[in-house]
């Protein structure tokens, strides 16, 4: 406990520092402690999940009955560790910021306040310390977001992130007062003791759906998430994207398979359908967006709903007793976390990258950043293919584990399950494709082609520190691919307090690479041997092409598509890219509507082409009842202006209203 202490006051201190001191302090001060605190939280993580003891206590703040209870074991240690790798590379991005424009007091004392927090909610061991850190986490990446108060849609973000935040909250408030019961026993080991009966078990698990999918950005809850993150500062953006929206998922998988006891079937259905649907959504919004935080932001979206389909399978097969599947697809829910803190991360800090020397964000004034920027194109590249399952990268590995377990899935005994099963793994094939897709649309017109602007032709790459950071995310992106097997394998203490069981056939395979799912006849994933086969396909390739070819070298005009005019402006562009699948999938999901205006020959105005796009969730879930809510008050102001007499028969009704109710009941 002495370690973690340390650490968490360290972040306080700083925090404490930076509101106090000048602007030349902020850079020497925060970014450092917050790396040191990272490193030392990380370690004892890595310590406890490897099998070491943990730690609790209980400190003599919080509800005066029960004190502040707090907990170490191997499921938040693995949490920990996700977290504070995403700290370490935010804070080395962070020393790299330019000290008269990007360093702020809007957001250097509030960086260590929003670590502190995200870590306290992993060693909660009771209801309030848990939701006293949630809430914690929730303001400091508020105030994070609205650091630049001055853009009006920055506090249009900020105002939609707290409305949601204040939903989740609540949502988890029932929660855990349907966990803790009469009784009112708030701590989790009390808690476990209990056996919710099925109506209080589907309300907790209903409400911990809404305050920890709200959060992590679970469809239809996601909306806050596109405007919200990339409103804040990139390396804040890196933080809420690739690590809080882990800790949202941590708050549902402690609930669903630690505290809500052995679960049932339908539990699944929830999770399951809510994440493919998520997860297609996402990605279609992503696809179809010019904006390259807002497309990260999206793929977050997706990403998510791919690791509640997990969840949501483990918690099914857990509950139909079979363990080993469910041990699949919990390692693939954990394992993509830990990928999509990685990969998500790096996309972020190479969008900030991006974002500080073009001051652009629009991807159509973007282009031919691979000549300017070589190193974070090349380190943006490795997260591009590892968010789109390329082998040998990491995001393979977890959801080539998650399809092992939707084809396990047929074997459950419920009807309701087997026919969702080949629905879910045609969604998320999709999802798959439209990954690919998108993340090749982003890269090719940012980093590709010729300039599209005066800024994207002068760019250049950012400070050293900076690369560090996205270069060791990169490799961590390249090592997660190549030691899949050993990852999962090392996820069996957490595997075995989740759900009982680890991998059935881990470390059986042929090679120490090989990742074994279930038989190492029907699902065994080696990246050595795909690496091998890929290094001697290039060679061979190179050797034929150079022996067959002419030995000298020719020059030729690049093949201009038909357009002679050399302007930038004739590349294929983002919305051109996106047109195919917006014609297909758009029209169905969005009404998507394509306008264009040719002016008759002989007239000089420019043509004109437009897209328009019908977010139903924002204008059915959201904008209607919002519309409505407001069309209720102004008819209900019409109360403030009544005379005292119409107060006072007013008043008399209600009494006999409610003494009525009283009579009835009683």
């Not at 303001?139 to 630049?148: K, N, P, Y």
Request: hydrophobic share 55%.
């Amino acid at each position: 406990m002495y370690v973690p202490g340390v650490a968490l006051g360290a972040l306080a201190v700083a925090a404490t520092l930076a509101a106090v001191s000048g602007r030349g302090l902020l850079l020497a001060v925060v970014y450092p402690v917050t790396a040191l605190a990272a490193i030392a939280l990380g370690a004892i993580d890595l310590a406890v999940w490897l099998g070491h003891a943990g730690f609790a206590a209980v400190l003599p703040i919080g509800l005066s009955t029960i004190g502040l209870h707090l907990r170490l074991d191997p499921l938040s240690a693995f949490f920990g560790l996700v977290i504070n790798g995403g700290l370490l590379s935010a804070s080395l991005y962070g020393m790299g910021l330019d000290h008269a424009k990007e360093l702020t007091p809007r957001v250097e004392p509030l960086f260590p306040l929003f670590a502190a927090a995200m870590n306290l909610v992993l060693i909660a061991d009771d209801a309030y310390a848990f939701l006293f850190s949630w809430e914690l986490m929730s303001l400091t990446s508020w105030a994070l977001v609205v650091a630049h108060h001055t853009n009006a849609e920055n506090r249009r973000a900020g105002h939609l992130y707290l409305v949601m935040a204040a939903i989740g909250t609540t949502a988890l408030l029932f929660a855990f007062g349907g966990l803790a019961g009469p009784a009112g026993g708030y701590v989790f080991d009390t808690i476990r003791t209990h056996t919710a009966t099925p109506m209080i078990a589907a309300l907790v698990l209903t409400t911990a759906l809404v305050g920890c999918g709200s959060k992590a950005g679970l469809a239809p809850l996601h909306v806050w998430l596109p405007l919200a993150h990339p409103a804040a500062p990139s390396h804040v953006s890196a933080l809420m994207s690739g690590v809080m929206t882990k800790v949202a998922l941590y708050g549902f998988v402690r609930i669903a398979f630690d505290l809500l006891g052995p679960p049932a079937w339908w539990w699944s259905l929830p999770p399951i359908v809510l994440g493919a649907i998520t997860a297609v959504l996402g990605l279609l919004y992503a696809v179809f967006d010019r904006d390259l935080k807002r497309v990260l932001a999206y793929s977050t979206v997706e990403n998510v709903g791919v690791i509640f389909v997990a969840l949501g399978l483990a918690l099914a097969f857990r509950a139909n007793g079979q363990p080993a599947a469910a041990a699949v697809a919990m390692a693939a829910a954990l394992l993509h976390i830990l990928n999509h803190s990685w990969f998500k991360s790096l996309l972020f800090l190479g969008a900030g990258a991006v974002l500080h020397v073009t001051g652009r964000r629009n991807l159509e004034a973007m282009g031919g950043l691979i000549h300017r920027m070589p190193r974070t194109a090349a380190f943006f590249l490795v997260g591009a293919l590892s968010i789109s399952a390329l082998p040998p990268l990491n995001g393979f590995v977890s959801e080539w584990l998650l399809f092992q377990s939707v084809i396990a899935a047929p074997a459950l005994p419920q009807s309701t399950l087997n026919f969702a099963a080949p629905t879910i793994g045609a969604m998320l094939a999709l999802a798959a494709a439209l990954a690919a897709a998108c993340f090749v649309r982003v890269y090719g017109i940012a980093f590709l082609g010729r300039p599209r602007s005066v800024e994207a032709a002068r760019a250049h790459e950012v400070a050293l520190v900076q690369q560090i950071a996205m270069g060791g995310l990169a490799l961590l992106c390249i090592l997660g691919g190549l030691l899949g097997a050993f990852l999962t394998e090392a996820l069996t203490p957490v595997l075995k307090g989740l759900v009982g069981s680890g991998l059935p056939n881990a470390g059986t395979g042929p090679t120490p690479f090989s990742l074994i799912a279930f038989e190492p006849s029907r699902s065994n994933y080696d990246a050595a041997i795909i690496v091998l086969f890929v290094a001697i396909a290039s060679v061979v390739t190179l050797l034929v092409v150079h022996r067959l070819s002419a030995r000298r070298t020719r020059r030729g005009p690049a093949w201009d598509c038909g357009f002679p005019d050399p302007s930038p402006a004739l590349q294929y562009s983002a919305a051109s890219f996106a047109q195919p699948l917006r014609r297909v999938y758009g029209a169905v999901v969005f009404s998507a509507r394509e306008t264009v205006v040719m002016p008759p020959p002989g007239d000089l105005r420019p043509a004109r082409f437009s897209v328009a796009l019908i977010d139903y969730v924002w204008t059915t879930l959201y904008v209607a009842p919002w519309r409505a809510l407001l069309r209720l008050s102004e008819r209900l102001n019409a109360l403030q202006f009544l005379t005292i007499r119409r107060y006072l028969v007013l008043m008399f009704a209600a009494l006999v209203i409610l003494l009525s109710i009283a009579a009835v009941t009683v």
